[in-house]
């Protein structure tokens, strides 16, 4: 029997769409490549199975797991609000599957990644709520992408975001402000009791957070780090960390398994 630790494998979350005619589990590469090429872990893409999922025996396999970004919104009723835009774009399929699967990866210590969507649905399965339009509550921004512009423009710096000093993404970032690009019509309400906020925008909208437990890694942000992220040295430095986190657990996997 060999002593070496397998790569990490990472589960990431997929969408249920409409593609040709058919119903498609789908994640954009763009999700898929800094994990391979940063993280330096296996991303496994997960079909949104909903209740048929097998939570347990797919945590006893993976090193992580990634909630990514969607065009969806979670379905409000999941945080005790009724739907403010009936035009608002639903997948009730992830929701299914991903807010159930937060719990149980936390509780058995499976890194967690979220962005965007992903960012929102940790803060929803852990008790907290969302503005459902964040343009239309007073006090903030409009953080949502220009509809007619391309998309190297649309994931372009749209903002300044400002890390909680001496907090766990300040230290992983090496240092306190950047720039990021904004994607997002919904945002962050009431911040879960479980979590603390890392950074928040110039209108005080929470972007990153990070569960209170110091020894569980979780990291979410709004933003998308995953875009170019082979040539942002702040992407760079959350996909590493993610990594480490991932080769840790399974260090503790392999270790359990072997002694």
């Not at 893409?45 to 919104?73: H, I, K, Y």
């Not at 009730?92 to 929102?120: E, H, K």
């Not at 720039?179 to 945002?187: A, I, P």
Request: aromatic share 6%; with cysteine.
């Amino acid at each position: 029997m060999t002593n070496e630790i397998a790569i990490p494998l990472v589960a990431v979350s997929t969408d249920l769409k409409q593609i040709a005619g058919h119903p498609t589990y789908a994640v954009a590469q763009k999700y898929a490549d800094p994990l391979l090429e940063l993280s330096g872990c296996l991303p496994l893409l997960l079909p949104a199975f909903g209740a048929r999922l097998p939570v347990a025996a797919l945590l006893e396999q993976v090193d992580g797991l990634v909630l990514t970004g969607s065009p969806s919104n979670i379905e409000p009723h999941h945080y005790g609000e009724a739907l403010a835009n009936p035009q608002s774009p639903a997948d009730p399929a992830r929701d299914a599957t991903t807010l159930p699967l937060v719990r149980a990866a936390l509780a058995r210590g499976v890194p967690v990644l979220g962005i965007c969507r992903g960012f929102q649905e940790i803060n929803v399965a852990l008790g907290g709520t969302l503005l459902q339009q964040v343009h239309h509550t007073p006090g903030y921004a409009d953080h949502r992408e220009p509809d007619d512009a391309d998309v190297e423009t649309q994931y372009g710096p749209a903002h300044a975001v400002r890390a909680v000093r001496d907090g766990r993404l300040a230290r992983i970032v090496g240092t306190q402000e950047w720039e990021v690009n904004s994607l997002h019509g919904q945002g962050i309400k009431r911040l879960a009791d479980e979590l603390i906020a890392e950074a928040h925008a110039p209108d005080r909208l929470i972007e990153a957070y990070s569960h209170r437990d110091p020894s569980s890694f979780l990291l979410a942000v709004q933003w998308h780090p995953e875009w170019r992220a082979a040539d942002n040295p702040v992407s760079r430095a959350l996909f590493a960390a993610f990594g480490d986190a991932c080769r840790a657990h399974a260090a503790r996997r392999h270790a359990a398994r072997t002694a």
